[in-house]
């Protein structure tokens, strides 16, 4: 299985790896719009923003391992 591959090889209920970690990039940005949503235009804080802040953190990582291997298997 060579490098470039990987994400597309390694399959998850009958899917590649790397249509899950867009699904999963997807979600987690609509939660963190709606978290912030939620915070500041609809005066609700049932989750605290700090909590917004640290899952932009997550979404950079997740977006950022899914487009590396997007990445390699178009670059090589």
């Known amino acids: 299985m060579p490098l470039s591959t990987i ?3 390694i399959t998850l209920l009958g899917k590649p790896l790397v249509i899950w970690l867009g699904i999963l990039t997807f979600t987690l940005v609509f939660l963190q719009v709606f978290i912030a949503f939620t915070n500041l235009r ?14 932009g953190y997550v979404v950079l990582l997740v977006a950022a391992i899914h487009a590396i291997i997007v990445g390699l298997y178009w670059w090589f």
Do not use: A, C, T
């Open 7 to 9: 994400g597309y090889d």
């Open 42 to 55: 609809m005066n609700k804080s049932w989750i605290p923003f700090e909590v917004h802040r640290k899952l």
